[in-house]
């Protein structure tokens, strides 16, 4: 079989979109690994590329953001390609429906609604997708979602509709409370078995409260958190490579020779 040629390079949007969707057709109608694909064997390749995206992102490294935007624009248009072979829906179809949600959404920018700040905006977005047949504004939360995203997703929808506190030291103080009873299913005598349910209940309350409260002060915990991740394990490998430096494991050190290095990883950049 002759080689097919070769799409050329394009200089607008347009175009380079259309290089992409005649390269897909290509590979899906000759290539024996995109001829085998199916949604659900892509979806956790998508979700893996969506994660690459996000370490990108916090890296702040631009080059790997735009290759995973590639990556995942290219699993995009596999699933649409995927679905007009079953006549479900179109590439056409897709991007004319997210056009019209986003006119439909924006009746402050496409029609003579009025908004004072991005508050407005939200609480529109939620009312008009009750309109549109949601029969609660929770129901745009994935089922799916990890649980700390999902806190916070929940939370900002309620918010949009107007359910959530006034100040910030309200909700500092719920913080308090349930770091309180959190800690109060431990304060009990030796002799006395922990209910652990209870006492697990109580953690997830203190994690929805904190969840809230980081809302408040416009950080997201899912950063501050993956952040926090990321800074402990740089740390923990320096440990590692000062430990092997000195031919020693981990396991052979106490923790004030580990507590040594751990503090100079500190002052690591």
């Avoid at 429906?97 to 908004?115: A, F, M, N």
């Avoid at 103080?173 to 109580?202: P, Q, S």
Wanted: proline share 3%; net charge negative; hydrophobic share 35%.
């Amino acid at each position: 079989m002759s080689a097919n040629p070769i799409p050329p390079s394009a200089d607008t949007p347009a175009k380079s979109f259309e290089r992409l969707l005649t390269i897909m057709n290509t590979l899906r109608e000759q290539c024996p690994w995109d001829k085998k694909q199916t949604m659900e064997t892509l979806r956790h390749l998508t979700i893996e590329e969506t994660y690459e995206l996000s370490d990108a992102i916090l890296e702040g490294d631009m080059n790997e953001i735009r290759k995973e935007l590639g990556d995942i624009m290219l699993h995009l248009v596999f699933y649409t390609r995927i679905a007009s072979e079953t006549n479900d829906f179109s590439i056409t179809d897709v991007l004319n429906g997210i056009c019209d949600k986003l006119i439909h959404r924006h009746p402050h920018i496409y029609s003579d609604v009025h908004v004072n700040d991005e508050t407005d905006v939200k609480r529109n977005w939620e009312q008009l997708k009750l309109k549109e047949g949601n029969k609660s504004v929770l129901e745009g939360v994935p089922a799916s979602l990890p649980a700390l995203i999902k806190a916070s997703r929940i939370q900002e929808k309620a918010r949009g509709v107007g359910f959530d506190w006034e100040e910030k030291a309200q909700v500092w103080d719920k913080v308090e409370e349930e770091l309180r009873e959190f800690r109060d299913e431990f304060n009990t005598d030796d002799n006395v078995a922990i209910d652990k349910e209870k006492a697990e209940g109580e953690f997830g309350d203190l994690m929805f409260s904190l969840i809230n409260y980081a809302r408040f002060i416009d950080i997201n915990p899912e950063d501050a958190l993956e952040k926090t991740n990321k800074k402990f394990i740089k740390r923990f490998q320096y440990l590692e490579s000062k430990a092997k430096e000195l031919g020693k494991s981990l396991k052979d050190m106490t923790l004030s020779e580990m507590d040594i290095f751990w503090n100079e990883a500190k002052t690591q950049k």
